[in-house]
C-alpha cells in the first residue's frame, strides 16, 4: 500500500549538480528512517545517504561534502542535493524507507542518473 516515487534523475556534466525527489504515499512521520541508495551495472547496491525521524544524517565516504538528505515532513517527500558530481556517480538511485513497530521496508522503483566527464 506504501508507494515511494522518485524523480530528478538526468544526464549531467562532471561539476555539475542534480537534486534527486522522493514522494511517499500516506504520512512521511511513520517512517524513522529514509535513506538514499544507488547501484552501477555489475555492482553491488550500496547505501549513499541516512536522514531519521529524530534529525540525524549520515552519508557514504564517498558522497561525504557533496551530498546532501533532506526530509521535508509537510510535502512527504525526502530530497537528495548532489553537488560536485562525478562520473563514478553514475548509478541508478534508489529511495528506501523503514518503519520500526511493525518493522517495514519499502523502495521506490529507482531514477537514472548519468555523469559524464
Known amino acids: 500500500q506504501v508507494q515511494l516515487v522518485e524523480s530528478g534523475g538526468g544526464l549531467v556534466q562532471a561539476g555539475g549538480s542534480l537534486r534527486l525527489s522522493c514522494s511517499f504515499s500516506?504520512?512521511?512521520?511513520?517512517?524513522?528512517?529514509m535513506a538514499w541508495y544507488r547501484q552501477a551495472p555489475g555492482k553491488q547496491r550500496e547505501l549513499v545517504a541516512v536522514?531519521?525521524?529524530?534529525?540525524?544524517?549520515n552519508y557514504a565516504d564517498s558522497v561525504k561534502g557533496r551530498f546532501t538528505i533532506s526530509r521535508d515532513n509537510a510535502e512527504n517527500t525526502l530530497y537528495l542535493q548532489m553537488s560536485s558530481l562525478k562520473p563514478e556517480d553514475t548509478a541508478a538511485y534508489y529511495c528506501?524507507?523503514?518503519?520500526?513497530?511493525?518493522?517495514?521496508?519499502?523502495w521506490g522503483q529507482g531514477t537514472q542518473v548519468t555523469v559524464s566527464s
Open positions: 528506501n524507507a523503514a518503519t520500526l513497530s511493525p518493522p517495514s521496508n519499502y
Open positions: 500516506g504520512n512521511i512521520f511513520i517512517f524513522n528512517t
Open positions: 536522514a531519521t525521524r529524530a534529525g540525524s544524517r
